[in-house]
């Protein structure tokens, strides 16, 4: 294969579910080589790194052979290498270890874990502090 387009490839490689999805990804500029947004007709050469941002952080891919079909998970090693920062990872893990605090509104309900936390958050605080006694405070 000589030639693929970025969104094929970040397709083909599993790095989105659908080319479609790819394809918008490029569209609204969360896609870049060299720093440069790209199209998604971009042609993909071997040795490029393409980065992808998927908030909260951004991957990093160094494409090491082309393909234009979709392969099973234990081949995409031998096209792409994984060359994302440890400093992404680690935003990506304090986001996780945060969960319930920025829970945005919609979410749905926290999970065991998520009480079982915010109890213990609570448990630890001073004993001194009331946290409901602020009707006093306004008289």
């Not at 896609?31 to 980065?51: N, W």
Request: hydrophobic fraction near 35%; include cysteine.
């Amino acid at each position: 294969m000589e030639e693929v387009r970025v969104d094929k490839w970040l397709w083909a490689v599993r790095i989105f579910k659908t080319r479609s999805i790819a394809t918008d990804a490029c569209k609204k500029g969360r896609v870049s080589i060299g720093g440069t947004s790209v199209k998604p007709s971009r042609l993909v050469q071997r040795g490029e790194v393409i980065s992808v941002r998927k908030p909260p952080i951004e991957y990093s891919f160094r494409v090491l052979d082309l393909l234009g079909h979709r392969v099973g998970a234990k081949l995409v090693p031998q096209y792409m290498e994984n060359v994302t920062p440890a400093s992404q990872y680690e935003i990506l893990e304090l986001q996780r270890i945060s969960g319930f605090v920025d829970r945005a509104k919609g979410l749905g309900r926290p999970t065991k874990k998520d009480r079982r936390d915010l109890d213990q958050f609570a448990d630890d605080l001073p004993e001194d502090l009331d946290l409901f006694d602020w009707e006093e405070d306004w008289d």
